[in-house]
């Protein structure tokens, strides 16, 4: 294996270094002394950075890199078998599956390649300012704050398979081959589009496995009680989900969330819940199902019916018969 003192090593350092002020993309031809291929950068708008590339090695090569820069990266794996150490926390990147790093300045970043194998990958390099706002945009706060607190104990914040949309995307940017400013253009689009489905499948994955980490301060708790205090306190009239949180002071995700992880429901399944146990009671103390109906907030007797039934397994008319 050769040794960080060969000159690979000072070649790969130059190419994860950020483009030159003015320069908008560039391209590496690997030196026939290390092998065959090519790394190409292009540099967009808002902090962000694609690099395509596909080269072999004559030999395996380790590589260490301090970092000069704060930064992001999602390296999609399309052909190679590497290996990353960020801070004594080793991961191998594999064909078919992407990984979600968060590289604070100053960290010491080594990278193991085989010799004698094909490495085709493709990188989304983001600012940690620009991947902040990113974030912001696009994911829901329970996931942006998991990935902040991930991101805080290990570089290596989350890898996974890659799916299908993300396949035709990579397959879309390494097909494209008109003009330069034509395939830059596209290539920025594609660019955007790939960190954004990226993110999304990233969301689907953490909320369906129960990884988003709480959001909710002691303040958001105490709004979360004041707000169910608020809904219960007029069944017939209650206001609407936002009118509930700008009453509680609290926005309408946070109270989503909040009722999730403290009531283990719903705002309006809490409100339906509640409304059917104030309907029993009602009957059970003589009102007929009309007036049970009207005082919860059911204009509708059938609905009401329905309703009913699905949390007791009877009609409110069968409890007023075992009543008598």
């Known amino acids: 294996m050769s040794t960080s003192g060969s000159l690979f090593p000072a070649f790969i350092s130059e190419m994860n270094t950020g483009l030159a002020p003015g320069i908008r993309c560039d391209t590496f031809i690997i030196p026939e002394a290390f092998g065959t291929g090519f790394i190409e950068r292009f540099r967009f708008q808002g902090g962000c950075e694609l690099h395509i590339a596909k080269y072999e090695l004559d030999v395996e090569q380790r590589v260490e890199l301090k970092l000069d820069k704060s930064f992001m990266e ?13 801070a004594g926390d080793r991961r191998n990147l594999q064909p078919g599956r992407s990984l ?35 974030m912001k945009r696009l994911l829901p706060e329970t996931i942006h704050y998991e990935l902040l607190a991930r991101s805080l104990s290990s570089s290596f914040i989350h890898q996974k398979k890659m799916d299908a949309d993300i396949k035709l995307i990579l397959n879309q940017i390494t097909a494209f081959s008109y003009s330069s400013a034509a395939r830059e253009v596209y ?47 007029d069944l017939a009239d209650p206001p609407s989900l936002i009118g509930l949180a700008k009453q509680a002071g609290i926005n309408d995700f946070k109270l989503k969330a909040g009722f999730k992880e403290m009531y283990g429901q719903s705002v309006f399944s809490l409100l339906r819940q509640k409304r059917m146990e104030t309907a029993y009671a009602l009957l059970t103390n003589g009102c007929s199902v009309t007036e049970a109906s009207f005082s919860v ?18 009609n409110p008319s069968e409890l007023i018969k075992k009543d008598r």
């Open 74 to 86: 999602v390296i999609f794996t399309i052909q190679s078998e590497r290996a990353g150490e960020v």
């Open 100 to 134: 979600l790093l968060m590289l604070d300045r100053h960290s010491i970043k080594s990278l193991d390649y085989r010799g004698r194998d094909t490495h085709h990958f493709i990188k989304v390099k983001l600012t940690k300012e620009a991947f902040v706002k990113k």
């Open 187 to 233: 290539l920025e689009s594609k660019a955007s589009e790939l960190i954004t489905v990226f993110f999304c499948s990233l969301v689907q994955e953490l909320t369906e496995t129960g990884q988003a980490a709480s959001i909710l301060s002691k303040v958001d708790l105490d709004k979360i009680v004041a707000a169910k205090e608020i809904l219960l306190a």
């Open 297 to 314: 907030g059911y204009s509708s007797l059938s609905h009401f019916a329905i309703v009913f039934k699905q949390q007791f397994g009877f």
